[in-house]
């Protein structure tokens, strides 16, 4: 069971008198109206197919129909959908939970354009922003939003300061759909100005409290179906589901769950139902990642716009499904000025090298180990002692076999530059404290460490679960001292504090964020390293 599961189960045990997990339909009631809501989240600029990790998908494994997902078959899939909903008359919506931008190399070379035409075909009826969608900063979101057809919902989102994105984004819609109104909010991480790149012109506000403002200016309008499209996060979206009234269903997105009453790898049923003490019910849906599912739920109402029965399940997007052929040969165009740079060869990996979110998110993990180990290698003439990584930079794995520069750059997307400073020990065990404080969301601040030997205790409190920190000595490891001062390592996004490391931004000494790009040192140790083999060796271990 994954820790957003446990944390799941745990928070809605803790409010069992307010809130239930449950996957059985209820049964049918006095509901006279039926919506189909089809949903998608965290893409993250997967416009091709890809293999079971996410990665890209080989020609081998595509003539064998062993890949899932990619636009193309979004496309499809939702056509036939939509298709089989307008025969029996019924009702539809198509949302998207947002991160559309970030993950390979359609974004790192078109900056959002690809992106924009490709989601244009799928017909959308809402979307959310997502905390990646600010990675590039607010000029490449304002010419991704200026030319998507379909409106951008995000309600806890002040862009009154930003010029170019002023008025791109509205805190909610209403639309009809069979006769009936239904209203379409927004919400978006309010982590995104530690997690991205929005500037400071850019202002997040209260999830909770905005969300239940914009419900309740629906409500007003006599609407009495409310659908929130968030980019917050399971655990936060269940939260959600409690504290805020008139919300029917979230479809969320950020944590990446796959919530699915068939899927082995799902962290609960779907949908997640919470029952108020109002009587009233939200029910969360999530489709995992990376286009290999394509959400479907349908809701049947009461006269009241309650909900009183459902059925539905995330549908997995495998080779059975057929691409639609003008998406995919479109895609195909786009991928052919990128061909060359995917291709090139840096060497190979003598296994798979694991860069799985849920692993470099939890614990010591080969990419993790691959790219600090890379970052010191590129600095040791600095006198680097210590690399420390963010597991949310690593963003797939690598399979066993030739190694491209393409993969290195789907695995490390964000064109990071290597930053080194000093630190004292003290402040050391801070960032590595903020880099535990948020495990049970699978947060991406999760260390990945190299010239670090550490012991981490989950069940302590946050920012108090580092039990011991040792560092690299010659052939062995000495404990960390906390007044002594020593080189680091890290990439510029955390440099200047990202992930919430607060103390490279504030405590840094004699700090430089203008290396050569991460990707590049990356490449060239496997390069150097080649045939890589990945390794486990003990630098990062959780007290039992």
């Known amino acids: 069971m994954s820790t957003?599961?446990?944390?799941?189960?745990?928070?809605?045990?803790?409010?069992?008198?307010?809130?239930?997990?449950?996957?059985?339909?209820?049964?049918?009631?006095?509901?006279?109206y039926t919506l189909t809501i089809l949903h998608v989240n965290d893409l993250h600029s997967r416009l091709q197919q890809t293999n079971a990790t996410g990665s890209a998908c080989s020609d081998?494994?595509?003539?064998?129909?062993?890949?899932?997902?990619?636009?193309?078959?979004?496309?499809?899939?939702?056509?036939?959908?939509?298709?089989?909903?307008?025969?029996?008359k019924g009702n539809l919506l198509f949302v998207h939970g947002?991160?559309?931008?970030?993950?390979?190399?359609?974004?790192?070379?078109y900056k959002g354009r690809a992106d924009q035409e490709i989601v244009n075909r799928f017909g959308l009826d809402a979307a959310t922003l997502g905390n990646h969608e600010f990675d590039a900063g607010p000029a490449?979101?304002?010419?991704?939003?200026?030319?998507?057809?379909?409106?951008?919902?995000?309600?806890?989102?002040?862009?009154?300061?930003?010029?170019?994105?002023?008025?791109?984004?509205?805190?909610?819609?209403?639309?009809?759909?069979?006769?009936?109104?239904?209203?379409?909010?927004?919400?978006?991480?309010m982590d995104t100005p530690i997690t991205s790149s929005p500037g400071p012109t850019v202002k997040f506000l209260d999830d909770i409290k905005s969300i239940q403002k914009y419900v309740n200016e629906i409500k007003a309008q006599g609407v009495n179906k409310i659908i929130a499209v968030t980019h917050i996060g399971l655990v936060r979206e269940t939260e959600i589901a409690q504290q805020v009234d008139g919300l029917d269903v979230i479809a969320g997105g950020h944590s990446h769950s796959l919530l699915s009453n068939t899927a082995k790898d799902a962290v609960a049923p779907a949908p997640v139902v919470v029952n108020k003490k109002d009587g009233s019910k939200t029910l969360l849906v999530q489709a995992g990642e990376y286009t290999k599912y394509l959400g479907r739920l349908d809701v049947t109402f009461n006269a009241k716009g309650e909900a009183t029965s459902w059925n539905g399940d995330p549908i997995l997007l495998d080779g059975s499904v057929a691409e639609d052929k003008e998406t995919a040969d479109r895609i195909a165009a786009l991928d052919k000025p990128i061909q060359e740079l995917k291709n090139r060869p840096v060497g190979e990996a003598k296994a798979a090298i694991d860069g799985d979110r849920k692993n470099c998110r939890q614990k010591e993990c080969t990419m993790g180990n691959l790219v600090s180990d890379a970052l010191m290698s590129a600095t040791k003439a600095k006198g680097t002692q210590i690399v420390i990584m963010n597991g949310g930079g690593l963003r797939t794995s690598i399979d066993?076999?030739?190694?491209?520069?393409?993969?290195?750059?789907?695995?490390?997307?964000?064109?990071?530059?290597?930053?080194?400073?000093?630190?004292k020990g003290s402040d050391i065990v801070a960032s590595l404290e903020n880099g535990f404080s948020k495990v049970e969301e699978e947060q991406g601040r999760f260390p990945q460490v190299a010239g670090l030997r550490i012991t981490w205790d989950r069940k302590k409190p946050a920012m108090s679960r580092v039990v011991s920190v040792e560092v690299?000595?010659?052939?062995?490891?000495?404990?960390?001292?906390?007044?002594?001062?020593?080189?680091?390592?890290?990439?510029?996004?955390?440099?200047?504090?990202?992930?919430?490391?607060?103390?490279?931004?504030?405590?840094?000494?004699?700090?430089?964020?203008?290396?050569p790009n991460l990707e590049e040192a990356v490449a060239a140790y496997i390069g150097a390293n080649s045939p890589y083999e990945p390794k486990i060796d003990g630098r990062i271990k959780e007290a039992q």
């Open 400 to 423: 066993q076999g030739p190694v491209t520069l393409g993969e290195v750059l789907t695995v490390l997307p964000f064109q990071n530059t290597i930053a080194t400073m000093k630190l």
């Open 98 to 109: 947002g991160d559309q931008f970030q993950g390979t190399l359609f974004f790192t070379h």
């Open 472 to 515: 690299a000595d010659g052939a062995g490891f000495k404990p960390l001292d906390p007044n002594a001062v020593y080189s680091v390592a890290t990439n510029d996004f955390m440099r200047r504090g990202g992930d919430g490391y607060t103390p490279f931004k504030e405590k840094a000494i004699d700090a430089y964020d203008f290396g």
């Open 4 to 32: 957003t599961s446990r944390t799941l189960k745990a928070l809605l045990a803790a409010t069992a008198m307010t809130a239930g997990l449950s996957g059985v339909a209820y049964a049918q009631s006095a509901g006279n």
């Open 140 to 189: 490449v979101l304002a010419d991704y939003l200026t030319g998507v057809n379909f409106p951008v919902v995000t309600a806890n989102i002040d862009l009154s300061g930003e010029p170019k994105l002023k008025g791109l984004v509205q805190p909610y819609i209403v639309v009809e759909r069979g006769g009936q109104r239904i209203g379409i909010i927004g919400g978006i991480t």
């Open 60 to 88: 081998k494994d595509a003539a064998e129909k062993k890949c899932f997902g990619g636009m193309a078959r979004i496309v499809s899939k939702s056509k036939e959908i939509k298709a089989e909903i307008a025969a029996k």
